[in-house]
C-alpha cells in the first residue's frame, strides 16, 4: 500500500543519533520523540559502508550507496598518483538530493546545516551550508541575503562545535549546548518565516558529544569510572534535543509528516590499531627512512618499489594497493591483484589484539558491497574491531595498537545503525520496522509527496 499523501514534511536529522539512546536497551525518556514513536513507525536505520557523515548524509539524501556517487569519505584520491587527494564537499555530489528533486516539482525546500551542502547552490527556497563551509565570511547562504536575516534573527550563525577533540570538557559542554541552541533557533526562525514544503534540518551536536563524552557514559568504555561527574550528560542532552524538537513540533500540523533520522550510530572504541605501522612490520610496505617520532603517513616518504600497501585512518581504514600500470611506482602485478586481495583479507582478518586473541575485524571488497564503483574507491575498506577500534594512520609508535586517538581525546567510533522515526499522521499504533535502510529515507519522502523516485534509486519507500 502507497504511503498516505502529505502537504508538508519535515525532517529532523541528528548526527550519530544512537539507536540504543532513543528506542533500544538503555532510551532516555524522550517525550516528544516517544509521541512520535507511538503514533508512527520506528526502528534502527542501517547507514551506509562506510557508516561515516560524509558521504552518509549525501547517500541517504541521493538515494545512492558511496559507489554510485564515487566518494569513500571525508577525503578522497583524486587520481592514481600517492598524494593527490579532494575533500568531498557538496561540489563532490553529483546526484540530485531530495531537495533538487522537489525544487524542480515546484515545492518550496528549506535546508538546514547538512552535511554536504557546501559551497551552496541554488534551491527553489533557502539553504544554509554544513560544518564544510571554512567560516561564515564565505557564502554559507543560498540566497546570499539569507546570511544578513539569520544575523539580526538568530545572531551569528555557528557552522560546527570548535575543538571537540578537548580535554577540557566544561568548555566542550558549554559549546556543544551553543550549537544547538543556535540551531535550533535558526530552524524556528526558518520555519516561522519561510513558506516551505520541504523542511530539513541536522544538529551536529549529538555526534560531537558522542565523541567527546562517550567513556564518561558508557559503563562498556575500558576507561569508564562510575560515579564521575559526566555521566549524565548523553541523558541531559538528549532531553535537551528532545525538547528543542518539541518547539518545533508545535509549529506544524497535522497536513506535515515528520521524520527523525541519524546518519549511523555509535560504540565505545576499544582502541586504535596503527594500519599502517602494521602494514611496515607486515613487509608490506616500507619506509625511505626510520621515523623519528610519530608522522603522519602523508609525511613520510615512501619507497614506493618496495611497498605493496598503504593506508589512511579514521574510524575505519581505507587500504590502497600499489598496482603496476595504475599507480606510479606500481609493485603489485594486475595478473595477482584479486589474489593478493583475497590474501591481505585473510591476513587482516585474522590480526589479533593486544591479547593475542583475533580482534575481529572485517575487510571488504568495494565491488563486493556496492551496485557499482564510481571514482578511486580503496582497494579494500576495513573495519577494525568490526568498528570497535579505530584506524590510526601516523606511523611512529612502538605498538601496532594505541590507546591514544592521532586527532585528539575521542572516546568512540561509528556504528552501523542510526535511527529513524516516521509519523506520517496516518496515526498508527507504535510499529517497530527491521530492514530499514538509509538508502530508503529519500524515496520515502518523495512517496509522502506522491512524487515517484527516479529508476537510478537504489532505496524504496517503506509501505503505509
Given at each position: 500500500m502507497p504511503l498516505p499523501r502529505v502537504e508538508r514534511v519535515l525532517v529532523i536529522g541528528l548526527d550519530c543519533a544512537a539507536p540504543r539512546f532513543v528506542f533500544g536497551p538503555d532510551a532516555f525518556d524522550l517525550p516528544r520523540l516517544r509521541v512520535l514513536m507511538s503514533r508512527g513507525r520506528y526502528g534502527a536505520l542501517r547507514s551506509c559502508d562506510p557508516p561515516i557523515t560524509v558521504p552518509a548524509w549525501a547517500c541517504m539524501m541521493s538515494g545512492k550507496d558511496p559507489g554510485a556517487l564515487g566518494l569513500y569519505g571525508f577525503r578522497n584520491r583524486k587520481d592514481r598518483s600517492y598524494d593527490a587527494l579532494f575533500t568531498a564537499n557538496a561540489s563532490s555530489v553529483r546526484a540530485p538530493r531530495v531537495w533538487d528533486i522537489l525544487s524542480r516539482a515546484g515545492k518550496k525546500v528549506v535546508v538546514l546545516g547538512v552535511p554536504q551542502t557546501y559551497p551552496v547552490r541554488p534551491v527553489n527556497g533557502w539553504l544554509v551550508a554544513d560544518f564544510l563551509a571554512p567560516d561564515t565570511q564565505a557564502q554559507f547562504t543560498y540566497p546570499q541575503s539569507l546570511a544578513d536575516e539569520l544575523r539580526a534573527n538568530v545572531g551569528e550563525y555557528l557552522l560546527d562545535v570548535e575543538d571537540f577533540r578537548t580535554h577540557d570538557k566544561d568548555a566542550l559542554l558549554e559549546r556543544l549546548y551553543a550549537l544547538m541552541e543556535n540551531r535550533f533557533a535558526a530552524a524556528r526562525h526558518l520555519?516561522?518565516?519561510?513558506?516551505?514544503?520541504?523542511?530539513?534540518?541536522?544538529?551536529?551536536?549529538?555526534?560531537?558529544?558522542?565523541?567527546?563524552?562517550?567513556?564518561?557514559?558508557?559503563?562498556?568504555?575500558?576507561?569508564?569510572?562510575?560515579?564521575?561527574?559526566?555521566?549524565?550528560?548523553?541523558?541531559?542532552?538528549?532531553?535537551?534535543?528532545?525538547?528543542?524538537?518539541?518547539?518545533?513540533?508545535?509549529?506544524?500540523?497535522?497536513?506535515?509528516?515528520?521524520?527523525?533520522?541519524?546518519?549511523?550510530?555509535?560504540?565505545?572504541?576499544?582502541?586504535?590499531?596503527?594500519?599502517?605501522?602494521?602494514?611496515?612490520?607486515?613487509?608490506?610496505?616500507?619506509?625511505?627512512?626510520?621515523?623519528?617520532?610519530?608522522?603522519?603517513?602523508?609525511?613520510?616518504?615512501?619507497?614506493?618499489?618496495?611497498?605493496?600497501?598503504?593506508?589512511?585512518?579514521?574510524?575505519?581504514?581505507?587500504?590502497?594497493?600499489?598496482?603496476?600500470?595504475?599507480?606510479?611506482?606500481?609493485?603489485?602485478?594486475?595478473?595477482?591483484?584479486?589474489?593478493?586481495?583475497?590474501?591481505?583479507?585473510?591476513?587482516?582478518?585474522?590480526?589479533?589484539?593486544?591479547?593475542?586473541?583475533?580482534?575481529?575485524?572485517?575487510?571488504?571488497?568495494?565491488?563486493?558491497?556496492?551496485?557499482?564503483?564510481?571514482?578511486?574507491?580503496?582497494?579494500?575498506?576495513?573495519?577494525?574491531?568490526?568498528?570497535?577500534?579505530?584506524?590510526?594512520?601516523?606511523?611512529?609508535?612502538?605498538?601496532?595498537?594505541?590507546?591514544?586517538?592521532?586527532?585528539?581525546?575521542?572516546?568512540?567510533?561509528?556504528?552501523?545503525?542510526?535511527?529513524?522515526?516516521?509519523?506520517?499522521?496516518?496515526?498508527?499504533?507504535?510499529?517497530?520496522?527491521?530492514?530499514?535502510?538509509?538508502?530508503?529515507?529519500?524515496?520515502?519522502?518523495?512517496?509522502?509527496?506522491?512524487?515517484?523516485?527516479?529508476?537510478?534509486?537504489?532505496?524504496?519507500?517503506?509501505?503505509?
Amino acid at each position: 500500500m502507497p504511503l498516505p499523501r502529505v502537504e508538508r514534511v519535515l525532517v529532523i536529522g541528528l548526527d550519530c543519533a544512537a539507536p540504543r539512546f532513543v528506542f533500544g536497551p538503555d532510551a532516555f525518556d524522550l517525550p516528544r520523540l516517544r509521541v512520535l514513536m507511538s503514533r508512527g513507525r520506528y526502528g534502527a536505520l542501517r547507514s551506509c559502508d562506510p557508516p561515516i557523515t560524509v558521504p552518509a548524509w549525501a547517500c541517504m539524501m541521493s538515494g545512492k550507496d558511496p559507489g554510485a556517487l564515487g566518494l569513500y569519505g571525508f577525503r578522497n584520491r583524486k587520481d592514481r598518483s600517492y598524494d593527490a587527494l579532494f575533500t568531498a564537499n557538496a561540489s563532490s555530489v553529483r546526484a540530485p538530493r531530495v531537495w533538487d528533486i522537489l525544487s524542480r516539482a515546484g515545492k518550496k525546500v528549506v535546508v538546514l546545516g547538512v552535511p554536504q551542502t557546501y559551497p551552496v547552490r541554488p534551491v527553489n527556497g533557502w539553504l544554509v551550508a554544513d560544518f564544510l563551509a571554512p567560516d561564515t565570511q564565505a557564502q554559507f547562504t543560498y540566497p546570499q541575503s539569507l546570511a544578513d536575516e539569520l544575523r539580526a534573527n538568530v545572531g551569528e550563525y555557528l557552522l560546527d562545535v570548535e575543538d571537540f577533540r578537548t580535554h577540557d570538557k566544561d568548555a566542550l559542554l558549554e559549546r556543544l549546548y551553543a550549537l544547538m541552541e543556535n540551531r535550533f533557533a535558526a530552524a524556528r526562525h526558518l520555519m516561522d518565516t519561510k513558506p516551505w514544503d520541504f523542511f530539513m534540518m541536522v544538529e551536529m551536536g549529538v555526534d560531537r558529544l558522542h565523541h567527546g563524552f562517550w567513556k564518561y557514559c558508557d559503563p562498556a568504555h575500558p576507561l569508564f569510572e562510575a560515579g564521575n561527574r559526566y555521566e549524565s550528560v548523553f541523558h541531559d542532552y538528549y532531553r535537551a534535543v528532545d525538547q528543542r524538537i518539541g518547539e518545533l513540533l508545535d509549529r506544524v500540523g497535522d497536513e506535515t509528516a515528520v521524520l527523525i533520522v541519524s546518519d549511523h550510530g555509535a560504540k565505545a572504541m576499544q582502541g586504535g590499531v596503527c594500519i599502517n605501522q602494521w602494514l611496515i612490520r607486515e613487509g608490506l610496505l616500507t619506509l625511505r627512512e626510520e621515523s623519528a617520532g610519530r608522522r603522519r603517513i602523508e609525511d613520510c616518504a615512501i619507497d614506493w618499489a618496495r611497498t605493496k600497501v598503504w593506508s589512511s585512518g579514521g574510524y575505519y581504514a581505507r587500504m590502497f594497493f600499489n598496482v603496476q600500470g595504475r599507480e606510479p611506482e606500481g609493485v603489485v602485478s594486475p595478473r595477482e591483484y584479486e589474489s593478493f586481495r583475497d590474501e591481505m583479507i585473510a591476513k587482516i582478518e585474522s590480526m589479533p589484539g593486544p591479547d593475542g586473541r583475533p580482534l575481529g575485524n572485517r575487510a571488504l571488497k568495494p565491488q563486493d558491497i556496492y551496485r557499482c564503483v564510481e571514482g578511486i574507491a580503496p582497494d579494500l575498506i576495513v573495519y577494525l574491531g568490526d568498528l570497535a577500534w579505530r584506524s590510526v594512520g601516523m606511523v611512529g609508535f612502538d605498538s601496532v595498537y594505541t590507546f591514544e586517538n592521532d586527532t585528539g581525546p575521542d572516546d568512540a567510533n561509528h556504528d552501523y545503525d542510526g535511527i529513524f522515526i516516521l509519523d506520517d499522521r496516518s496515526r498508527r499504533s507504535g510499529e517497530a520496522l527491521s530492514g530499514l535502510s538509509l538508502l530508503d529515507v529519500t524515496p520515502t519522502v518523495l512517496a509522502l509527496f506522491g512524487l515517484e523516485a527516479p529508476s537510478d534509486m537504489q532505496g524504496k519507500a517503506i509501505s503505509s
